[in-house]
């Protein structure tokens, strides 16, 4: 047996609920971090080489995510040694926090504070295909699962310890600010001239206007359901009456949907915009009219005119971390 955290240490008695037959191409593994074969060209007796023990595990796909595939489930890592487990005896059920990045199509896994890594030792990722007789793995928003039909394994080493301090996260996105970004979309859900009212019922027209009108308020684009006005937290078909803002779930909002179909929105907004920068890379158009023909109907968000401004890629993670931070203002 092999030491494992995630898939078959943790268990769980059902799988994330079916969706209909997958739309588009299999999904693919396009990066990782630690990348694959990191550490491995190492001097095992060299004391500056390897991965950081306290390093959390970066995923980055081809095509957005069905939210529910992103748990702990969807990947394992173990050294395959059972002498050497991955987890310390002292600490037998760490769990990996997953957080789905739906702006840059990631998976990021963070281990508990204070938990490390082996030091000098072989580790590999595992992620499992998703089948009828396996109901874990990363799949697309349409369902479509990894490409292939065994599990991807990656493989990194690990160093003597933990990558140097960084510097602490930045606070949530001030309320003051995430209004100035929605600017833009105000020409078409703001206040209108005369009696006309703000499209499809969004108002953006300030705070009171958006708890009104956006917070856990279906968005009519996604009634294709049985009920109208009642959000679904689990459709089996993923979109079906999701809401403009869902706290804590910037995932599960289709105001972010309506911005990603804009291609401008991953233009970088200027040095330090993008954590990650080679993970930063726009989805091909293929892809976003697949997530159009799928849940998101009618025009991108912002409905701007050529060369006015719009909301490229720091606004759009901004007002992701401030949906996530749970969308509340003072």
């Keep these: 047996m092999v030491a494992c955290v995630g898939l078959g240490a943790l268990g769980c008695d059902r799988g994330p609920r079916a969706v209909d037959e997958p ?32 390093t959390a595990i970066t995923l980055r796909f081809d095509r957005f995510l069905l939210p529910s595939s992103a748990v702990r489930q969807s990947m394992s ?22 957080r789905y990045d739906l702006v840059e199509r990631t998976v990021r896994y963070v281990f508990p504070a204070g938990f490390r890594l082996h030091p000098k030792t072989l ?23 990894l490409a ?7 493989a990194f080493f690990t160093g003597l310890g933990p990558a140097p301090t960084l510097e602490p996260p930045p606070e949530p996105p001030a309320c003051d600010d995430v209004l100035a970004l929605l600017d833009g979309c105000r020409a078409c859900h703001g206040a209108l001239d005369g009696d006309a009212a703000p499209q ?26 049985e009920t109208t006005g009642v959000t679904n937290e689990a459709p089996a078909r993923f979109g079906v009456n999701m809401p403009i803002i869902d706290p804590e779930r910037p995932e599960n909002s ?77």
């Design 254 to 330: 289709y105001v972010m949907y309506k911005l990603l179909l804009r291609p401008e929105a991953y233009e970088q907004g200027g040095p330090g915009d993008c954590a990650l920068p080679e993970f930063c890379v726009p989805p091909d158009a293929e892809e976003l009219e697949r997530l159009q023909a799928w849940f998101v109907r009618g025009d991108p968000m912002p409905a701007t005119a050529a060369g006015e401004s719009f909301i490229d890629h720091a606004a759009l993670t901004t007002l992701a971390e401030f949906i996530r931070a749970g969308a509340t203002c003072p």
């Design 23 to 54: 739309q588009g191409p299999p999904l693919h593994l396009v990066s990782s971090e630690p990348a694959n074969g990191a550490g491995l060209d190492c001097d095992p007796f060299a004391d500056d080489c390897g991965v950081p023990t306290d």
């Design 77 to 98: 890592v173990y050294t395959g040694v059972p002498s050497n487990p991955a987890l310390p005896v002292t600490n037998q059920r760490a769990e990996l926090s997953p």
């Design 148 to 154: 292939g039909s065994t599990p991807v394994r990656l």
């Design 200 to 225: 499809m019922g969004l108002s953006l027209d300030g705070w009171d206007a958006i708890v009104a009108t956006a917070i856990g308020k279906v968005a009519h684009q996604t009634e294709i359901g």
């Design 123 to 145: 580790y590999t990722i595992e992620l499992p295909i998703y089948t009828e007789g396996n109901p874990y793995g990363f799949r697309a928003f349409d369902g479509a699962p």
